[in-house]
């Protein structure tokens, strides 16, 4: 298993796989078209070779639904795909607790190309729309609150991550006043 090389979409589509199971590949890329996280793709063209190659590597098994026309197939985890998808869990390593993309933080690492107008409407953008953000997370939060605990905790780390953000988005806005005032 050490040798074994997944991705962080590849095993997330383990643990989709592992907590629906049996399951198409069509309701795995419902699970992620549904995330909270939009760097995850639902697309056929993202989801489907994820879990080929998840196949082929032996991790998971599909057996198809005798008499589906549409040829729909089953997909669960093998004991090698579940022992993978564990591993990945337990990870704790620096990769794992650094920075992830933020569209808006690339963003403002070159907003010394516009003028100070424009950059007080881009942060009054950020603002306005992580605020509607973490109020449509929050509803989710209340919503998860009722599920999984691991739902629940998972939508809570989204807004403090959100929140976070927004408490940046100040700091920033603040830097960008006092920079015009100079």
């Given at each position: 298993?050490k040798?074994?090389?997944?991705?962080?979409?590849?095993?997330?589509?383990?643990?989709?796989?592992?907590?629906?199971?049996p399951?198409?590949?069509?309701a795995?890329?419902?699970?992620?078209?549904?995330?909270?996280?939009?760097?995850?793709?639902?697309?056929?063209?993202?989801?489907?070779?994820?879990?080929?190659?998840?196949?082929?590597?032996?991790?998971?098994?599909?057996?198809?639904?005798?008499?589906?026309?549409r040829?729909?197939?089953d997909?669960?985890?093998?004991?090698?795909?579940?022992?993978?998808m564990?591993a990945?869990?337990?990870?704790?390593?620096?990769?794992?607790?650094?920075?992830?993309?933020?569209?808006?933080?690339?963003?403002?690492?070159?907003?010394?190309?516009?003028?100070?107008?424009?950059q007080?409407?881009?942060?009054?953008?950020?603002?306005?729309?992580?605020?509607?953000a973490?109020?449509?997370?929050?509803?989710?939060?209340?919503?998860?609150?009722?599920?999984?605990?691991?739902?629940?905790?998972?939508?809570?780390?989204?807004?403090?991550?959100?929140?976070?953000?927004?408490?940046?988005?100040?700091a920033?806005?603040?830097?960008?006043?006092?920079?015009?005032?100079?």
């Amino acid at each position: 298993m050490k040798n074994l090389v997944l991705t962080e979409l590849e095993s997330c589509v383990l643990g989709v796989i592992w907590r629906q199971q049996p399951c198409s590949a069509y309701a795995v890329r419902r699970v992620f078209a549904a995330s909270d996280t939009t760097t995850w793709s639902a697309s056929a063209g993202t989801i489907y070779p994820a879990i080929a190659r998840l196949e082929r590597l032996g991790l998971v098994r599909a057996r198809a639904i005798p008499g589906n026309a549409r040829g729909r197939r089953d997909l669960s985890l093998t004991a090698k795909g579940a022992a993978a998808m564990r591993a990945w869990i337990a990870c704790c390593d620096a990769d794992v607790a650094s920075p992830v993309a933020d569209p808006i933080r690339t963003r403002l690492f070159f907003i010394d190309a516009l003028e100070h107008g424009q950059q007080m409407k881009v942060i009054g953008c950020a603002e306005r729309l992580t605020r509607d953000a973490i109020a449509i997370g929050r509803a989710r939060v209340k919503e998860q609150k009722q599920k999984t605990t691991a739902d629940h905790l998972a939508s809570l780390g989204a807004v403090y991550e959100l929140e976070a953000r927004l408490n940046w988005l100040g700091a920033v806005r603040k830097a960008l006043i006092n920079h015009g005032k100079a």
